[in-house]
């Protein structure tokens, strides 16, 4: 296929089955069939129309489609799996994953509690299976190359977060859609785009141990918000500023100020369809430097860190402490905009 990645895989693709074949299920499809690190065998979609929209899918032309997740994991010779819906049904989806052996990519949030996510977890150590997030930004080239500056002491102690990632794309979504749910997306600011910042900012400062958070409808009439402000404490600290909106044109900042200097990202598009980065960076002393990123296939390279870690090439670089710390910090979120209050992140038992 035309623009498949040619960095060549070590054994035969990892063979797997895709759950769920709305937007971003689409988008997986194609991300992985450009890629030589995957073959997808199998997608499981309990839509009816939507399943009868797949037969002219071309993406999907030698893939066979079950109506039920159980049927898809039935399949022999399927290595792994990708999660593709709704948030609720992650946990349970996860373990019956895991009892059937295979390796498990699971979109963001991992969850909604930290008692699902604790459990599904465990199921996959237990049967030393492969664990991914779909928390693409960690993969994003100037993102790790900050991490990369703050590990060498570049910006000194880091003192403050200040994050935003906005948009209106869910004007576009039909009023019953589930991402719209008070029910499987609750606090939708967070859901869909702010925990991609709770997740970097406990990439870069570690668990969060306390937190205050305030949600509304300002813009929209989305029954489950579209406007949340998030501030999260950390045992050193120092904090993390959110931002999060649904009802406004796109934004996306991610800025990190320590006691040397401070480095701000800007987003010039969407990440769905990245056009690239513009970077400031501050050192003391220094005069302000401006710079331009060309825009990174993300997405693909979190999805063929998966490949690669269920290959043995290289470990998955998200653990599975950050990832029930993020899960952690999720459901403190919602208690907070529950009660209107400071509230403490439960801490993680090692």
């Not at 839509?47 to 109506?67: E, K, Q, T, W, Y």
């Amino acid at each position: 296929m035309t623009g498949k990645n040619t960095s060549k895989p070590t054994t035969l693709p990892v063979k797997v089955g895709l759950v769920g074949y709305g937007w971003w299920g689409k988008n997986i499809a194609r991300q992985i069939a450009s890629s030589i690190w995957f073959q997808l065998a199998a997608v499981a979609e309990v839509d009816p129309d939507a399943r009868n929209a797949m037969a002219s899918d071309p993406v999907l032309s030698d893939v066979a489609v079950f109506g039920s997740t159980e049927e898809l994991m039935a399949q022999r010779g399927l290595e792994a799996i990708i999660l593709c819906t709704p948030h609720q049904q992650h946990a349970d989806q996860m373990v019956a994953a895991a009892h059937a052996g295979l390796h498990i990519f699971c979109e963001k949030p991992l969850c909604l509690t930290l008692a699902d996510a604790t459990r599904a977890v465990a199921q996959c150590k237990a049967k030393n299976l492969v664990l991914g997030i779909g928390h693409e930004r960690r993969f994003e080239p100037e993102i790790m190359a900050l991490r990369e500056l703050i590990a060498d002491g570049a910006l000194g102690e880091i003192l403050q977060i200040e994050a935003n990632f906005s948009q209106d794309k869910f004007f576009a979504l039909p009023k019953d859609n589930w991402r719209l749910s008070n029910k499987h997306a609750p606090v939708g600011p967070l859901t869909a785009t702010g925990i991609h910042l709770v997740d970097l900012s406990i990439a870069l400062l570690g668990p969060c141990e306390s937190l205050w958070a305030r949600l509304a409808t300002l813009g929209s009439d989305f029954e489950n918000g579209d406007t949340l402000a998030i501030m999260m404490g950390f045992p050193n600290g120092a904090n993390a500023m959110i931002s999060a909106i649904l009802a406004t044109p796109f934004e996306g900042r991610f800025a990190v100020y320590g006691s040397k200097g401070w480095i701000e990202i800007r987003d010039r598009t969407h990440p769905e369809n990245p056009t690239g980065w513009d970077i400031t960076t501050v050192l003391r002393g220094q005069a302000p430097q401006t710079r331009f990123a060309p825009p990174h296939p993300t997405v693909l390279a979190n999805l063929e860190a998966f490949a690669k870690a269920i290959r043995k090439v290289a470990p998955y670089p998200v653990t599975h402490q950050e990832m029930l710390a993020n899960v952690a910090a999720l459901e403190a979120v919602m208690t907070s905009v529950q009660s209107r209050s400071l509230v403490s992140v439960e801490p993680l038992h090692r």
